[in-house]
């Protein structure tokens, strides 16, 4: 994956969300961005509050149309 790189997740549901950027994040270098699109529902709190726990920054979140949002997240490191 480079840093510009989309990972679009608007069909997959928590936990299953968070397993697959993690696994994304893993393939990429310390501080490389990645955008993921997501469901904008509540329960994806746990997807934010894993990013954290990983020491991963959300530098942005941007709603999309159709309930989704644009999340950017910085790789930790």
């Known amino acids: 994956m480079t ?13 299953m969300t968070f397993v697959r950027v993690r ?3 893993d393939a990429l270098a310390p501080g490389a961005t990645l955008t993921v699109r997501i469901k904008d529902t509540p329960a994806n709190e746990p997807f934010f509050n ?5 020491g991963h920054t959300v530098l942005a979140r941007a709603p999309i149309g159709g309930a989704g949002l644009d999340v ?3 790789h930790a490191g």
């Open 3 to 15: 840093e510009t790189s989309v990972l679009d997740l608007r069909h997959t549901d928590c936990p």
């Open 23 to 25: 696994l994304a994040l």
């Open 50 to 54: 894993g990013l954290k726990t990983l």
């Open 72 to 74: 950017v997240i910085r």
